[in-house]
Nanobody
Framework: QAQLVQSGGGLVQAGGSLRLSCAAS????????MGWYRQAPGKQRELVAF???????NYVDSVKGRFTISRDNAKRTVSLQMNSLKPEDTAVYYC??????????WGQGTQVTVSS
């Protein structure tokens, strides 16, 4: 498994923007899908967005048009640009990367708080 280190996040007012980044190390294997989950207090973990090796993206309906996921295969990074943030986007965000043999690696989690 790879080690994923997240950066970004923090506190922002509603309507603002944040960018999350996730850098992988410790594995020589190429990743398949990479993406982001989030978990708000008292709620189940939710898949926010993912991106395939070829660059195809998928988003949960609640963030479509506001969030953009991207990846750099050479740098082994995945990022999430979050615009027009809403209080309901408040959660701990986790990046993940799918390696070979079904192995999934996770980031450490980053708090995103959107104030109204």
């Amino acid at each position: 498994q790879a080690q994923l280190v997240q950066s970004g996040g923090g506190l922002v007012q509603a309507g603002g923007s944040l960018r999350l980044s996730c850098a992988a190390s410790g594995s020589i294997f190429r990743f398949n899908a990479m993406g982001w989950y989030r978990q708000a207090p008292g709620k189940q973990r939710e898949l926010v967005a993912f991106i395939t090796t070829g660059g195809s993206t998928n988003y949960v309906d609640s963030v479509k048009g506001r969030f953009t996921i991207s990846r750099d295969n050479a740098k082994r990074t995945v990022s999430l640009q979050m615009n027009s943030l809403k209080p309901e986007d408040t959660a701990v965000y986790y990046c993940y990367a799918d390696g070979p043999y079904g192995l999934r690696s996770w980031g450490q989690g980053t708090q995103v708080t959107v104030s109204s």
